[in-house]
């Protein structure tokens, strides 16, 4: 079915075919005309299915109708993340070339003087992360009462980064009568009780999953030691040894690991960024940036950094860690093999990760080749047993160490805007893996800093809506040693 069949307007067509798309995608194709008869939707389909254009196309046609009105938006479009908001602004700009649209971003990391002074002169699109919004909200500069077209993107990423109660939130906000537009790669039952609350007989499209791990995808297993050096070596072998390597993605389970790694990639002299949660928004921004023109070669990413990114033509994607959750193996691996490119999939596995590798194969239904020896069934149990026998825990204890991990999950949550624009339960509740000793401490740096351009002028900072530049927030290595030794004594809850 050509785009020309689906009721969008001339002026949308045309900026449709001068951005060289041809045909719809699925999801594009049976959602579009139902947005345009204004009713609710429901969209599920994976990740690198068109979902954005679904329905950025449809809004542009419907705001080619009426104008707006200072600091009452037409429309809202809601994104868990800086960089998807920005690539979803991106879509205006490319298909709303015929167009005067006033489109804003309200997300962390940017000045709020340049966006209040954007939303006062009145926007047909606004684009936020919901604690950037909820915080113009709460200062009374943005009324939501004026917004005819909800948008809620991405929403099973939101759930991983716990924004569901500001989602609800938000949702009470705008009116009642409102277009909701809703958008996930998967179902899980917390997302299928917001579609029943907040959308109204909602049209659902479900596109099939394409058989998730494309055969487009080289997958390999490769064992390696269970200490961090270890693992770094075998990375730094796959990564010379690959074929074709153009460029690749490296996954890490927790954000701390990424700035660990990157600095021993660095100073192995890889051409190498990284991006993580709790680096700042111009360094995010540079990061990929620079992955995406090919300046950099390898970008080491953690999993809700990295999801939902359209970062297109990846060809290898090397798990350093065994992800903990399966499906976090296939958006992992998604990321290489786009568009019926070929892609290899590596995944580093340790005889502790036997468990996380069935778990993986049962959910994509197939096993995974080795790639190297590979590790046995009583391997993976001899290493549970010795773990559950207690390897490891002395490491622990001591300066950040469960403790930290501790008391920082709870300032984030007395501090709104940690909580909102950092958090990222998942990677933050993975469990501490015994610590490597040397060669990882002495590595252990402030949150990279890649290709760092010149920051732009710092306007002031909102009551503490996005934290002071380079100070570095507490995560689970955060230095303790200012704090009294009574906080650093584990505590034991006694249940009555
Ligand atoms: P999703 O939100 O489903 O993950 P995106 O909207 O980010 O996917 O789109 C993924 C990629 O597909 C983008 O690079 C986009 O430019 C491209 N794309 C979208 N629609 C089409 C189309 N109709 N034809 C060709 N490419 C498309
Ligand atoms: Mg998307």
Known sequence: MPFSELGLSAKVQAAVASAGYTEPTPIQAQAIPHVLARRDVLGIAQTGTGKTAAFTLPMLTMLEEGSARA?????????PTRELAAQ??????????????SVALLIGGVSFGDQDAKLTRGVDVLIATPGRLLDHFERGRLLLTGVELLVIDEADRMLDMGFIPDIERICKMVPFTRQTLFFTATMPPEIQRITEQFLHNPIKIEVARQNSTATTITQRLVRSGKKDFEKR????????????LKNAIIFCNRKSEVATLYKSLQKHEFSVAALHGDMDQSARTAALAAFRDGRIQLLVASDVAARGLDIPDVSHVFNYDTPHHAEDYVHRIGRTGRAGRLGTAITIVTPEDGKLVSAIEKLIGQSIEWGSDPVTEEEASEARRERRAGGGRGERSGRG?????????????????????????????????????????????PAPRAER????????????????????????????????????RPVTYRAK
């Open 71 to 79: 600091r009452m938006p037409r429309t809202l479009i809601l994104e």
């Open 88 to 101: 979803v602004e991106d879509n205006f700009v490319k298909y709303g070339v015929n167009h005067k649209l």
């Open 233 to 244: 070596e075998t990375l730094r072998g796959l990564v010379r040894g690959a074929e074709n």
């Open 453 to 488: 351009p010149a920051r732009p002028a710092e306007a002031p900072r909102a009551r503490g809506s996005e934290r002071p530049a380079g100070r570095q927030p507490a995560h689970e290595e955060a230095d303790m040693s200012h704090l009294p030794q009574f906080l650093l």
């Open 401 to 445: 160490g469960r403790g930290g991990e501790e008391r920082s999950g709870r300032k984030g949550r007395g501090d709104r805007s940690e909580s909102r624009e950092a958090r990222e339960p998942r990677e933050a509740r993975e469990p501490r893996e015994a610590r490597e000793p040397r060669e990882a401490r002495e590595s252990r740096a």
